[in-house]
């Protein structure tokens, strides 16, 4: 299953949960996340391969500096962009290196 996202700017919370309530009504599952506790970007591929390939330089030459848990993070978002990125089986362009 493909996941979709909405993107409504300038809605208040309790707008936003009307829509998510309407959206249920209809079957569908949906989440209201904050502005203040959430970033949600909207990134291109091209943007995607971009940041991963910033985030395995940065994992190649950081890491000593790096927490465990900062590691564990770093490499937890290069999986997700990998699978991301090939999920559609199309060239993700060339890697950056440092």
Known sequence: MDYWAIDVPNLSDRDARKLVKYASSL???GDVLSPSIWLTWALDRGSVAMLRSAA???LASESGRWSKVE????ESMISE????L???GEDTGPEITP
């Open 27 to 29: 079957g569908y599952d």
């Open 56 to 58: 395995k330089a940065g």
């Open 71 to 74: 590691i564990a993070g770093v």
């Open 81 to 84: 962009m990998d699978d991301w």
């Open 86 to 88: 090939s999920a559609t």
